[in-house]
């Protein structure tokens, strides 16, 4: 799914980047570019640190160690030392890498901070991290090593390491190669650093809200799915739709709610299954919980979501660091670096991310059971007894959400003091992003297995058919994965309906019905 971006790809000011840009630099290596703005700002904050690094009065992160070495004041001498020596000591990050995707985003985040003009870093600097951007050099970063506090401190290092041609990077072409190596292919000089350059490269929120605005990227789409997989459970079960009706979900207005209604109605117009059992003989009243409360589960997940968008939007339009440079010229310590607004919604999306994968669970599990299934065969199976149908692909849908469930545990009230006690209260941002990034891996499977058991379901309700919009969707889903029959190899199947989920194709075919989803 493409992301449209301007003619000169990403323009990096002082202005806040949009989700999308971030996104798109991320993931489509949309190229970047400075504005003559940010260049003006960062020249004129620049002559305020050289300034002060003239000075022989100690000024934290011109003329002094960090953290809980701050009182000491650096002599001129050594100060080129002290900056190399901070990214050296800092990049000490362990374990398997971390994906590009979130490296590019965090690369791009710490550059926009960089033109905010409050840093202090030089113009050369800003521009050779624009250039590995834009070479498709991605220094290697590490899954262990960030406390979110002072930001992502060690992951960021790497990135500055890189930028110094120290460490190991991945280059355009995806090889692991020295960084001074793929510079120079690159055309690439390393940057020398200057006074405060190497405390500026890597104090930033950077890495936890690069993973979430991926995240909430990804999650929008995944609430569409987690609609579109109801809807066709609903229909499979013979389930009412009366209960979505617009005034019944107004006398609740939460906003997700009544969008998540309005996409199962459109989803499950027209459908001849509905239609089939309308009439005064239908005793269906109240359906289970997790068919007549979808809306109100997928909905809680949408207003969550608009939560987090709207601390994710706030922190884009922030300049984090420390310390931080101001239009007076005076430099300024301050707590902006703590991870907490950023770690507490990373960890919020977490719940939902569990809960409405718990809810399309149970309406699959509800498909397989001859008691509850209202005529389907047991377990969906061809002939059940010699066949076991989709038994098991629900074991693996439950078996993620148990994953889902812990990893909806808060990491961001686990903190743990560092730095001799200087730094005695860290956010966990970092770990709050990475688990969320295996919750909505997770939560794509389980819908993955619902739409998959739905589309069976539904077609074995033949000579009954159901609605354009979810046909449309089962069609698409035949192009990869047979249609019911006697037993197959199934976890082919099930990743390829991941991969539909994942590349939005299930999505594009109902959304050719009813139009586009909200």
Not at 326 to 334: A, C, M, Q, T, Y
Request: with cysteine; charged share 20%; proline share 6%.
């Amino acid at each position: 799914m493409s992301i449209r971006v301007g003619d000169k790809g990403v323009e990096v000011g002082p202005e806040p980047l949009t989700f999308d840009q971030v996104v798109a630099v991320a993931r489509e290596d949309a190229p970047v570019t400075l504005t003559d703005e940010a260049i003006r700002g960062i020249e004129a904050t620049r002559a305020h640190v050289e300034e002060l690094a003239a000075r022989s009065t100690p000024v934290y992160g011109v003329s002094t160690g960090f953290g809980a070495l701050a009182t000491r004041h650096i002599p001129p001498e050594l100060r080129a030392r002290l900056q190399v020596n901070i990214i050296r000591s800092h990049a000490a990050g362990s374990g398997p890498e971390v994906e590009r995707e979130v490296v590019r985003a965090m690369m791009l985040l710490r550059l926009r901070t960089l033109a905010s003009g409050r840093t202090g870093v030089r113009p050369a600097t800003a521009r050779a991290l624009a250039a590995l951007l834009n070479g498709g050099v991605t220094p290697v970063v590490h899954e262990y090593g960030s406390l979110g506090c002072s930001g992502d401190l060690a992951p960021l290092s790497h990135v500055a390491l890189a930028l110094i041609g120290e460490g190991m990077v991945r280059d355009a072409a995806g090889e692991l190669r020295p960084a001074a190596e793929a510079l120079a292919e690159a055309g690439i000089e390393p940057v020398t650093l200057g006074a405060k350059e190497g405390l500026a490269l890597i104090n930033g929120t950077d890495g936890m809200l690069g993973m979430l605005v991926l995240a909430m990227h990804d999650l929008r789409r995944l609430l569409k799915h987690a609609d579109l997989a109801a809807a066709m459970s609903v229909e499979a079960l013979l389930g009412t739709d009366r209960v979505f009706a617009a005034d019944l979900q107004a006398l609740r207005p939460h906003p997700g709610q009544g969008t998540s209604a309005a996409n199962l109605r459109a989803l499950l117009a027209d459908s001849a299954i509905m239609e089939s059992h309308r009439g005064p003989d239908c005793t269906r009243v109240q359906d289970a919980y997790s068919l007549r409360c979808s809306p109100q589960v997928n909905g809680a997940a949408r207003d969550t979501l608009a939560h987090a968008e709207l601390v994710a939007s706030r922190e884009l339009a922030s300049a984090v660091d420390n310390p931080v440079v101001l239009p007076d010229g005076r430099v300024e310590s301050n707590g902006n670096f703590h991870g907490a607004p950023v770690a507490y919604v990373l960890d919020f999306l977490a719940i939902p991310a569990a809960d409405v994968a718990s809810m399309s669970e149970r309406r699959t599990d509800r498909l397989l059971d001859v008691a509850r299934s209202h005529g389907l065969p047991a377990f969906l199976a061809d002939d059940p007894g010699v066949d076991s149908g989709h038994m098991i692909a629900q074991y693996t849908q439950a078996a993620v959400v148990s994953e889902l469930k812990r990893l909806a545990v808060p990491a961001s009230v686990d903190s743990l003091p560092s730095s001799a006690m200087q730094e005695d209260h860290v956010s966990m941002g970092w770990n709050a992003a990475r688990k969320l990034r295996r919750s909505l891996d997770g939560l794509t499977r389980v819908l993955a297995v619902e739409i998959l058991t739905a589309a069976r379901a539904l077609q074995l309700r033949a000579p009954l058919r159901p609605g354009p919009a979810t046909a449309a969707v089962v069609a698409a889903l035949r192009d990869h994965v047979p249609p019911p029959g006697p037993d197959r190899y199934l976890a082919p199947e099930i990743e390829a309906a991941v991969r539909l989920v994942q590349d939005g194709t299930l999505l594009a075919a109902a959304e050719t019905v009813t139009g586009p989803l909200a």
